[in-house]
Structures are given as structure tokens and as C-alpha cells.
């Protein structure tokens, strides 16, 4: 009976640590968040994030969803600046599995424990998001959001894992100072 109320929670943690965007924020304690209605992108910056220009496109059209959603809009006159860098690894999963059984062999009353390990080795692409925001006047970074997880190559799959990215990263904006 116990196993039963395990099986549930255990394959609640696999698909959770699945599908998950792991996030970080840091920001200045000494800003006042309040202040910013306003944001404009740092063109030079991001021309020079090395990923495709159709990713670019997909992060910001869900970055400019996210703030809107917050009650913020584009200006040309922004009192905020954003500013996006992205790194991507291969994540190497080892997975060792060792089965064991009881059989007739080498041991006490002529019993025995056998055993086979078999390893598998893959990797997995792993990509990080940060979302950088800087004063519009002073040009000094407040905040910064930062999103792990694992990419997806399949185009129909993209938007979906972007928007994902940038939801969680743009959660944590405007941090809740204590």
C-alpha cells in the first residue's frame, strides 16, 4: 500500500524536473521599482546575442506579451532599457542501472547475489536566457533575470519554449523588496 501512495509522488518530481525552467533574479536594493512605466530594447546589444534571428524575434515578441501583460509599453522615449544575452551547453546525463537478482551460485548455502550494470550516456541541449534592464536615464543595470533549462529543436515546439523561458525569468520583475 505504501508503494502505491509513492508512485504518485515519484512520477510528480520526474515530470517536474522535466519541463522546468530553473530561474535567478538579482536586482539593486537600492532602486525604486515603481518609477519604471516605460522600455525600449538596446539594439547593439542584442544584434550581437549569437543565436538565430528568428529566435531573437521569438524572444522579444514574448518579452514585449510579458511586459504588457504587467501594464508597461514600448516608448521611444523609455525609462528602462532591456537588454538580452543567451548562452547555450550540452548537458551530459549518466544513468547508471544496475539490476540484481538471487540465483543459484557462489555464496551462503550455495546462493547467491548476481548483478549487471548497465550505463547509458546522452546529452541534452541546455540553453540560458538572461533578461538585463538598465536605467533608461543613468544606463546602470537594476535588474537582471536569468532562465535554465533543457531546448528544444523542433520549430512547431519553439514559441511555446521561449515564451516558457521568458514568463518564469519576468515572473520574478518587479522583485519584491522586504
Known sequence: ?????????????VLASCSSVRVNADY???????????????????????????????ILRS????????GFSKSENPNMLISIFTKESERVNVYN??????????????WGM?????????????????IDMFDGKTKEMIWQGEGS????????KKDARIKEFVDK???QYPPIIK
Open 114 to 130: 548476481m548483478g549487471m550494470g548497465m550505463n547509458s550516456v546522452y546529452t541534452t541541449p541546455e540553453g540560458t536566457l538572461f
Open 63 to 70: 518579452i514585449d506579451e510579458a511586459m504588457s501583460a504587467k
Open 1 to 13: 500500500m505504501k508503494t502505491l501512495k509513492l508512485i504518485p509522488l515519484f512520477m510528480l518530481f
Open 149 to 156: 533549462g533543457y531546448l528544444t529543436k523542433d520549430t512547431n
Open 97 to 110: 542501472n544496475n539490476m540484481w537478482g538471487m540465483g543459484f551460485g557462489w555464496g551462503w548455502n550455495n
Open 169 to 171: 525569468i519576468l515572473e
Open 28 to 58: 539593486d536594493k537600492k532602486v525604486d521599482f515603481n518609477q519604471y512605466k516605460t522600455y525600449a530594447y538596446i539594439k547593439a546589444s542584442i544584434d550581437k546575442v549569437e543565436i538565430s534571428d528568428l529566435d531573437k524575434k521569438r
